[in-house]
């Protein structure tokens, strides 16, 4: 098996939090790339996750070749479209957005990769990617032309989560949406931990050291912070190796 998602369901089986720093292209600076990184590695994160809503063509390439230089962490890329992927990533999630209905984002996106992906040696990671209302409208849902699950209904997302289990998914993604105002509910978590036996990935609108602990509490593997530290470095303060 390759190392990316080996290594994740070692961690898994040990208890061990992982913590993707997400990076979109689209907002971030290439000039500031080297001091961002650095903060990044004396950070606790364990990976790197590249990708946006929106992201213009060719910009992910070039990012990734310059974050490689700055660091050892594995750098997963988290694509909102097939132009954002790029050769010099490690490994690639390959979102299905089992919480739409909409074809294109289901299957239809994965089989028009598929062209692009053969001359590529990224690891493929099979991942259920499942969008949780969380207040407003988020940018996923307008890209995409989906509706979340509502909060509420914490039986539907329990049952998505497990259905896409079933098809042989490796990872699931339970989404608010980049700079959501309310991340999941711990309530959520802690039932969607309950059934599923494949590593859980949370993210959106994490904004301290409590939240991202609240999120581990309940049961997140990994969790991804990417507004709160696009928006404000000395978040990275608290997330320093010796300070957990
Ligand atoms: C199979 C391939 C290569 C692509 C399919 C991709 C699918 C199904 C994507 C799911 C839907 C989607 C648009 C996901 C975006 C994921 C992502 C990187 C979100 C973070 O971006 P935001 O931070 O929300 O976006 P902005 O900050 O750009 O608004
Ligand atoms: O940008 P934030 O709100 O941290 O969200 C991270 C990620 O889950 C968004 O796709
Ligand atoms: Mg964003």
Do not use: C, W
């Given at each position: 098996?390759s190392s990316v998602y080996k290594d994740i369901l070692d961690s898994k089986a040990k208890n061990e939090k992982l913590l993707a720093v997400l990076i ?101 990671i099979s991942t259920g990617y499942i969008l949780i209302e969380s207040g407003k409208e ?107």
């Open positions: 098996m979109d292209p689209d907002k971030f600076s290439l000039g500031n790339a080297s001091s961002f990184i650095e903060k990044v590695n004396q950070s606790i994160a364990t990976h790197v996750f590249i990708g946006g809503s929106i992201v213009s063509e060719g910009e992910t390439d070039e990012l990734v070749s310059k974050i490689k230089k700055h660091t050892n962490l594995p750098i997963v890329l988290f694509p909102g479209d097939i132009s954002q992927i790029t050769n010099k990533a490690d490994a690639l999630l390959f979102l299905s957005l089992i919480s739409g209905r909409n074809p294109d984002y289901l299957i239809g996106k994965h089989v028009e990769a598929v062209s692009k992906l053969k001359s590529t040696r990224l690891e493929i988020t940018a996923i849902e307008k890209v995409t032309n989906t509706k979340p699950i509502a909060r509420k209904n914490i039986q539907k997302i329990v049952d998505s989560s497990i259905a896409g289990q079933h098809l042989g998914m490796k990872l699931m993604y339970l989404e608010a949406g980049s700079g959501a105002t309310e991340p999941i509910s711990v309530d959520i978590i802690n039932n969607v931990k309950q059934e599923l036996n494949i590593p859980l990935i949370v993210g959106g609108g994490i904004r301290s050291k409590a939240e991202l602990e609240n999120a581990f509490n309940a049961g997140a593997d990994i969790v991804v912070i990417g507004t709160a530290l696009e928006l404000d470095e000395s978040f990275f303060d608290a997330l320093k190796k010796d300070k957990i």
